[in-house]
């Protein structure tokens, strides 16, 4: 008569044990990875909308987005800067929907993107004057200075490397 084969309960906490190493070992890799794919995305967006920013203050008489009536005199507004963003315009700052004829610049975005570190797509706007806070709060999405074009990322915190999101 043969004797049956199977694996002791020594073999199998062997296996347990070594598959738990491995786990040890792996998942903060895959964690790390989606800290720095996130830092990616906010660089990214970043990147994007300051150069949607030029391009519009370009194509509208110098003048940056979120000026209500698309001049330097009123103070810059959250409502405005999403219009500006989102709907078709004429040089002169005149507003309609994307594809209205003789509105040629614009749309720049179908809508703000949301921080990917805190899913907000809200703008804290900085007046002139004003300073751009130095460390983010999460109170936003995005800080947006229109006197001096800047544009931040509003996340407390810094990526894998050491480098803080708002000074991205």
């Not at 002169?92 to 003789?102: C, F, K, Q, R, S």
């Not at 990917?116 to 709060?137: C, E, F, M, R």
Request: some cysteine; aromatic content about 8%.
């Amino acid at each position: 008569m043969t004797a049956k084969r199977a694996f002791t309960l020594v073999e199998i906490l062997i296996v347990v044990i070594l598959l738990g190493i491995l786990a040890v070992i792996v998942v903060p890799k895959f964690s790390n990875a989606t800290a720095t794919a996130r830092a990616s995305m906010v660089a990214d967006n970043l990147r994007i909308m300051r150069s949607q920013l030029v391009v519009f203050k370009s194509q509208h008489r110098d003048v940056a987005a979120g000026y209500p009536n698309c001049d330097s005199t009123g103070a810059p507004t959250e409502a405005a800067f999403i219009e500006h963003m989102t709907m078709a315009s004429t040089s002169e700052g005149n507003l309609a929907a994307p594809g209205t004829p003789g509105f040629r610049h614009g749309p720049y975005f179908r809508e703000i993107p949301p921080n990917p570190l805190n899913a907000k797509s809200t703008v804290q706007i900085i007046p002139d004057g004003a300073a751009v806070p130095a460390v983010g709060d999460d109170s936003h999405g995005w800080i947006y200075k229109p006197a001096e074009l800047v544009f931040k990322a509003d996340s407390p915190g810094a990526d894998v490397e050491g480098v803080d999101f708002i000074d991205y």
